[in-house]
């Protein structure tokens, strides 16, 4: 038996998320459906992150274990030629019998992108929100700056979150322009549920003039989710990189293991 990593790739468009469910058709699904007729054998994936229906991913991480004599540099060719055209597997590795893929994360870092222009785009619709109205970008890089460091984010999470703990530490955050396009980054140890959607909507709020660019400082005074903004859509958003300390791939014993 052996346990393999992959990192997939996603247009989340078509799918009610991650997860599987019984209402809708799920990435992870899709994944178990195809390397289990791959490795002739029942496959289950368990993935570094719950992406939300319509999010997208460039850098999803998932662990399976299988008996399976494919190489694991081979599952890449073998599944994308299985695969529906929006999921791609991009790289394959043998990892440790007691390795993660959620619970040994050190780190995500996600995107969020906003289209601001009068007109909607018909090429951009699917990972770009739209905004038609203008929007203050140095109003919305002067609020971001106070997200970084370690805060209890209580405020930033949606209800639905099953978290033990709301402290987390944003390592880096910024909003670039290329222009009339917006490109939020965050990166931090770990996430909330719906916390980037709840960030993006409220720096949006921000460059709309209807929130105070210490909108971030008062959430974190008063944890009240009233404090903030609404949740972004979820097609702007993407899991772009999960990352693993070097122990994950060596000893994971010797790391304590957590949950978002």
């Not at 989340?12 to 195809?34: D, K, P």
């Not at 496959?43 to 939300?52: K, L, P």
């Not at 008996?67 to 999921?87: A, G, R």
Request: glycine content about 8%; proline content about 5%; aromatic content about 8%.
């Amino acid at each position: 038996m052996k346990r393999i990593l992959l990192t997939v790739e996603y247009d989340g468009t078509a799918y009610c998320g991650w997860q599987r469910q019984i209402n809708g058709l799920s990435v992870q699904q899709v994944l178990e459906e195809n390397l289990s007729l791959a490795c002739r054998e029942a496959v289950t994936v368990t993935g570094a992150s719950r992406t939300d229906a319509g999010v997208h991913a460039a850098g999803q991480a998932l662990h399976f274990d299988t008996v399976s004599s494919i190489p694991p540099e081979k599952y890449p060719f073998v599944l994308n030629t299985m695969l529906p055209p929006d999921i791609r597997v991009q790289t394959g590795r043998e990892v440790p019998h007691d390795f993660h893929a959620r619970f040994l994360t050190s780190g995500k870092q996600y995107t969020y992108r906003i289209l601001n222009r009068r007109h909607a785009s018909a090429l951009l619709r699917l990972n770009h929100v739209h905004v038609p109205v203008p929007l203050d970008v140095a109003r919305m890089q002067e609020a971001i700056s106070s997200l970084l460091g370690r805060h209890d984010f209580a405020a930033f999470q949606a209800a639905g979150g099953t978290a033990k703990t709301t402290v987390r530490t944003v390592r880096s955050a910024c909003l670039a322009q290329d222009g009339d396009r917006l490109t939020l980054t965050v990166e931090g140890d770990a996430f909330l549920y719906n916390m980037v959607r709840i960030i993006a909507g409220t720096l949006i709020e921000i460059g709309l003039g209807k929130r105070g660019t210490d909108a971030f400082e008062k959430a974190y005074a008063t944890l009240d989710r009233l404090a903030l903004g609404v949740t972004a859509p979820p097609h702007g958003l993407e899991l772009t990189r999960v990352d693993y300390p070097e122990l994950a791939f060596t000893d994971p014993a010797r790391l304590r293991w957590h949950e978002e």
